[in-house]
């Protein structure tokens, strides 16, 4: 069956420092991968979806980037954290063609 | 562009009673809609979807929805909650047609049940 994990859970940060989230999938061959960010009240937002190794698509312009590095594994980073960079993060997969069915456990990063 | 607006931040019921939450989305063309349930500190779980055909849609745990054009509504109901469906709700959409594949997430309503 197919799992997908995303480390680590909760995450307190300081300004400025640097930022690695990872997310991998079980029981899948060439996930879409999607990393969402949900702030307090604004609902889900997406930053990146990925359609194979290497091949990342940003939704917004922000301080984070997501590469791609296994079929299965999804990395969001940012070199420098900023006070707005605080949320939950998901990490979802969707098989191609279907739909968006599961999601990680999400991350809560509070950046200080 | 298309938008989804939930119109309740946060609603409250009683343990046994019906429930409905709002959806209203934007999009020129048909859209393929859905809601996602979220318990607390986890992902989200997908409860069911809309494409065409019956407007009236079941999901799992015993929820359904309904698609009204003429309103731009996919309202999810509940005829009798539990306790364990507290949690927060968000509906979404996406383009029904081209190749980049992008769900729009409502703010979500959060629902509390009391005993």
């Known amino acids: 069956s197919q799992t997908i994990h995303q480390w680590p859970a909760t995450l307190v940060q300081p300004v400025g420092s640097p930022l690695s989230l990872e997310c991998t999938v079980e029981g899948t061959s060439n996930p879409n991968l999607y990393w969402y960010r949900q702030a307090a009240g604004r609902g889900l937002q997406l930053l990146f979806y990925s359609v194979g190794i290497g091949q990342i698509s940003s939704e917004v312009p922000q301080n984070l980037s997501a590469s791609r590095p296994q079929d299965r594994q999804f990395i969001l980073s940012s070199k420098k954290l900023l006070l707005s960079d605080s949320g939950f993060y998901l990490c979802?997969?969707?098989?191609?063609?279907?739909?968006?069915?599961?999601f990680g456990s999400g991350t809560q990063l509070s950046v200080l | 562009a298309q938008s989804v607006t939930q119109p309740d931040i946060h609603i409250t019921v009683s343990e046994g009673a019906s429930l409905e939450l709002r959806c209203n989305y934007s999009y020129g063309a048909t859209p393929y809609l859905f809601w996602y349930v979220q318990s607390p500190g986890q992902g989200l779980q997908l409860l069911l979807k809309?494409?065409?055909?019956?407007?009236l849609v079941q999901g799992i745990k015993g929820f359904e929805a309904e698609f009204k054009r003429s309103q731009s509504s996919f309202n999810l109901r509940k005829p009798s909650v539990h306790w364990s469906d507290a949690a927060e709700y968000f509906c979404a959409v996406r383009d029904s047609g081209g190749s980049n594949y992008k769900l729009t997430f409502g703010k979500g309503t959060l629902l509390t049940v009391n005993p």
């Open positions: 979802a997969w969707r098989e191609t063609g279907g739909e968006l069915r599961f």
């Open positions: 809309y494409f065409s055909g019956d407007t």
